[in-house]
């Protein structure tokens, strides 16, 4: 059963924008360094952006820097994906994930995920 659980997906127009947001269902997010990932079809699943357990620390992909922002409300065990200025290429499942370190942008360093959520930007 998955740790985590995706929400707030949907199909939109470009330069649209939707917030994700990703629930643990036995974690508590204030402990781990959490991160978005995608994969679109036919593609390897890529780095969006991670953020530190406290939340004051972030990284993001380059394709994605100053359109999306990644954040925790650790006081209700969430994180969230807010994507602005949406583009066709963001088209993709986006999954949550979290671990027990420093934020990172490898996939394999994260032990917990989420089933994802599908997001597709098209006109």
């Known amino acids: 059963q998955p740790q985590l659980e995706e929400s707030g997906g949907g199909l939109v127009r470009p330069g649209d924008s939707l917030r994700l947001s990703c629930v643990p269902s036995r974690l508590l997010i204030n402990e781990y360094a959490v991160a978005w990932f995608r994969q679109a079809p036919g593609k390897e699943r890529e780095f969006v952006a991670s953020?530190?357990?406290?939340?004051?620390?972030?990284f993001y992909a380059d394709s994605v820097k100053g359109r999306f922002t990644i954040s925790k409300d650790n006081a209700k065990n969430m994180v969230f994906l807010q994507m602005n200025n949406l583009k066709p290429e963001d088209t993709a499942v986006y999954y949550c994930?979290?671990?027990?370190?420093?934020?990172?942008?490898?996939?394999?360093?994260?032990?917990?995920w989420g089933q994802g959520t599908q997001v597709t930007v098209s006109s």
């Open positions: 994930a979290a671990h027990f370190g420093s934020p990172t942008s490898n996939a394999d360093d994260y032990g917990n």
């Open positions: 953020s530190s357990w406290s939340g004051g620390t972030t």
